[in-house]
C-alpha cells in the first residue's frame, strides 16, 4: 500500500479518540473495533472485487476498513452526521473507492440509487445496524429495485434465529416467511456482545441472504405480508379462524391448504399459494364490482 494509504490510518479508537467521537446508545450505536472481526465478515461477504458493496451505517468505519481492504468498491450511507469527517478521511485513503452519503438509509430513494449505479454492476448490501433498522431495512431492499446480489448483516441473535427458523420451530414466524420467501437466508457467524464497544445487553449473529432470482412479485408480497400479519397473530387458531378476515375456510380450499392447520405448520411454499390465493380473490371481487356498477 502507498504512504497515506489504508494501512497508514491510525487505530480506529485513536481515530474516535481524535475526532471526539463516542457511541450514541440511544441510536443503538455498537461499534466493532476489532479488525480481525470486522475482516471475517468482509470475507463472509463473498468476492467483493466485482460491482459495488452498499455499507449501511458505516459510524466509526472499522468494517468499511474491511471491505476496502478486500478490494470493495464501497458506497456508505451514514446518518449520524457526527462521523462524516472521520469517514471523509478513510475515503481520502481509499483513493477513489468510499463514497459516503449523508443519509437515512430507511428513506433513501433506491431508485435513484440503482441508476447512479452502473447497469448491471452487481450491488451487495453489508451492515451492522441497530436492532430497529435492520429488520425494516432488510425487508425494503430485498423487495425493492436494487436486487442485491447478497445482503450480510448483523442482527441480534434472537432475530437472526427468526430470520432462518423452520417450519414448525418456535422461532418460525413472519419474519421468516417474508424473507424466506425472497431470499435464501442462513447465520454464518455468531459474536458475543463483548465484540462490540460499548457491547450490547445480548448476543448478536451474522445472516447471510442471498435473494432469489424468481422472487415473488410486490403485490404477492404485499398480500404475503397480510396473510402472514393474520395467520401469526393468532397463531394457536387454525387457519380457517386465524385467516377470517381473509376468506378463512375458503381461502385455504383456493389454496389447496388444509384449513385445520396452524400458522407453523404452513412452510413458505404454502403461504406463497395463500397470498397468490388471495390476490386472485381481491381481483375477482373488484372484477365483480366493476360488473354491478356497469348494470
Ligand atoms: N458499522 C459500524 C461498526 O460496525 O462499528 C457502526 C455500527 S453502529 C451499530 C450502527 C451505525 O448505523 C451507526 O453509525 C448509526 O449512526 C448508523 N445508522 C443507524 N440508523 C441508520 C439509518 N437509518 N441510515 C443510515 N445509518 C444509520
Not at 21 to 42: E, P, S, V
Amino acid at each position: 500500500m502507498t504512504p497515506g494509504g489504508l494501512d497508514a490510518l491510525p487505530p480506529l479508537r485513536e481515530s474516535l479518540a481524535e475526532h471526539g467521537l463516542w457511541a450514541n446508545k440511544g441510536l443503538g450505536q455498537h461499534f466493532l473495533l476489532d479488525l480481525n472481526i470486522t475482516r471475517k465478515i468482509a470475507r463472509l461477504a463473498g468476492d467483493l472485487s466485482r460491482g459495488v458493496t452498499i455499507e449501511v451505517g458505516p459510524g466509526p468505519g472499522g468494517l468499511t476498513r474491511a471491505l476496502l481492504e478486500a478490494g470493495a468498491q464501497v458506497l456508505a450511507i451514514e446518518k449520524d452526521a457526527r462521523f462524516l469527517p472521520l469517514l471523509a478521511q478513510l475515503a481520502e485513503a481509499a483513493k477513489g473507492r468510499l463514497t459516503v452519503i449523508h443519509d437515512d438509509a430507511l428513506q433513501s430513494d433506491e431508485t435513484a440509487l440503482s441508476r447512479a449505479l452502473a447497469p448491471g454492476e452487481p450491488v451487495r448490501v453489508v451492515a451492522n445496524l441497530p436492532y430497529n433498522v435492520g429488520t425494516p431495512l432488510l425487508i425494503k431492499w430485498l423487495s425493492g429495485p436494487l436486487r442485491p446480489e447478497s445482503l450480510t448483516l448483523m442482527f441480534q441473535k434472537e432475530v437472526a434465529q427468526r430470520i432462518v427458523a423452520d417450519t414448525g420451530a418456535e422461532a418460525y414466524g413472519r419474519l421468516a416467511v417474508i424473507c424466506q420467501a425472497l431470499a435464501q437466508a442462513e447465520i454464518v457467524m455468531d459474536l458475543p456482545a463483548r465484540a462490540f464497544t460499548p457491547p450490547p445487553k445480548v448476543a448478536s449473529a451474522v445472516v447471510r441472504l442471498t435473494p432469489k432470482a424468481d422472487r415473488p412479485s410486490e403485490a404477492t408480497v404485499k398480500a404475503l405480508e397480510a396473510v402472514t400479519r393474520e395467520a401469526f397473530g393468532q397463531r394457536r387458531k387454525m387457519l380457517k379462524s386465524s385467516l377470517k378476515a381473509l376468506g378463512g375456510a375458503t381461502l385455504c380450499e383456493a389454496a389447496g391448504i388444509d384449513a385445520e392447520l396452524r400458522a407453523e405448520a404452513i412452510d413458505v411454499a404454502g403461504f406463497i399459494q395463500l397470498a397468490q390465493a388471495a390476490l386472485d380473490q381481491a381481483a375477482r371481487s373488484a372484477a365483480a364490482a366493476g360488473v354491478a356498477k356497469m348494470s
